[in-house]
């Protein structure tokens, strides 16, 4: 069997989708490939994904629909001759490359009224699969096997990415890590859709100087999207603290960031994709909520934490204070955090 998965354009949706792929292996008893068609920026993703045959970046950017690339990339892809593409993200631009290839089986949710361009196409109720790792993993599974989500195989096989140990220290020896390796505890701040998702900087700074207290190693991690919280964190650090604390927000590629969260001891994140990456991992994460919603993308992880002061889903995405921050995330104490995390690290 030969499958062309298209991806999510998020590191968090791409980390959980790791579940869908363990369990196609396991369906076609390894007798499988796996093409992935991915943006550029989760492409390191795979490289620890060791069910995928083949990695393929996607010629466009988020949210533009260039159909004539989409045409022609899907005209090149015809010579794969793929069996079945199965389709993670809802857009309509998502399915259009496996239509223009010619793909036999076309499988996904409806999305953006995806009628035609699907073949094998499923209509979501969200209440029969509540978390999104049940609805990539059921995509999976044949349409007539999987009514809810009690019907998908239990235990279903949670994300796990994997890292060989060269690679751990070639990058912790890079940004002069390696002596800290055995009491690092990271750091992400940073979180799409700007900082209303963010617990604050100067809560994190806190924490750190916390940490620094009991003997750790901090590193600060992000992508170069985290530039505004970077700049607070920048003018944030003191300087005595520098000897224990690495700031690489925007300094490391996702693979080397990967390698650096599957050495350190635990990992205290906003709901973001690194904190997706660190339950992977099997690192103890403490995930910190504010207005997004544990209950849909959870840590999958049992050696995880959420901390959340308030109830439900808020489609609001702008903060209440002067920096951008949301009230329940600034509710968040560094004390809780702490406490929290001892419990993970004991």
Wanted: aromatic share 10%.
């Amino acid at each position: 069997m030969k499958i062309l998965v298209i991806s999510p354009s998020w590191i968090g949706d791409t980390v959980i989708s790791h579940s869908m792929y363990r369990l196609l292996i396991k369906k076609y008893c390894s007798n499988i490939k796996i093409d992935v068609l991915t943006p550029m920026w989760c492409k390191d993703l795979f490289n620890h994904m060791p069910e995928i045959n083949q990695t393929l970046c996607i010629p466009y950017g988020h949210g533009a629909l260039e159909l004539s690339k989409c045409y022609h990339l899907g005209k090149f892809l015809k010579n794969e001759k793929y069996q079945q593409a199965i389709i993670l993200p809802n857009s309509f631009k998502s399915a259009l490359i496996p239509f223009f290839a010619g793909i036999p089986i076309r499988t996904g949710w409806r999305g953006e009224i995806r009628y035609g361009i699907l073949n094998d196409l499923r209509i979501l109720n969200k209440k029969l699969f509540p978390l999104m790792v049940q609805r990539y993993a059921s995509l999976a599974c044949d349409y007539n096997v999987t009514k809810n989500s009690y019907s998908l195989p239990c235990p279903l096989p949670l994300p796990q990415l994997s890292v060989n140990e060269k690679e751990i220290e070639d990058v912790l020896c890079k940004f002069n890590l390696y002596c800290h390796r055995k009491s690092l505890i990271g750091l992400c701040p940073g979180a799409e859709f700007g900082l209303a998702k963010n617990w604050p900087h100067y809560h994190y700074i806190t924490l750190a100087i916390q940490l620094i207290h009991y003997g750790y190693h901090v590193v600060i991690l992000g992508s170069p999207n985290d530039q505004l919280i970077n700049r607070f964190i920048q003018h944030s650090i003191l300087k005595n603290m520098k000897q224990h604390c690495n700031n690489l927000i925007g300094i490391t590629s996702l693979g080397e960031a990967i390698a650096i969260i599957a050495t350190c001891s635990g990992i205290v994140s906003n709901d973001s994709g690194l904190m997706h990456v660190a339950c992977a991992l099997r690192r103890p994460v403490i995930g910190l909520y504010g207005p997004s919603n544990p209950k849909f993308t959870p840590p999958l992880f049992s050696q995880s934490i959420v901390i959340r002061r308030i109830q439900g889903y808020y489609t609001m995405r702008n903060g209440d204070s002067l920096y951008g921050y949301h009230n329940s995330l600034m509710d968040i104490t560094p004390d809780q955090v702490l406490e929290a995390l001892k419990t993970l690290l004991h």
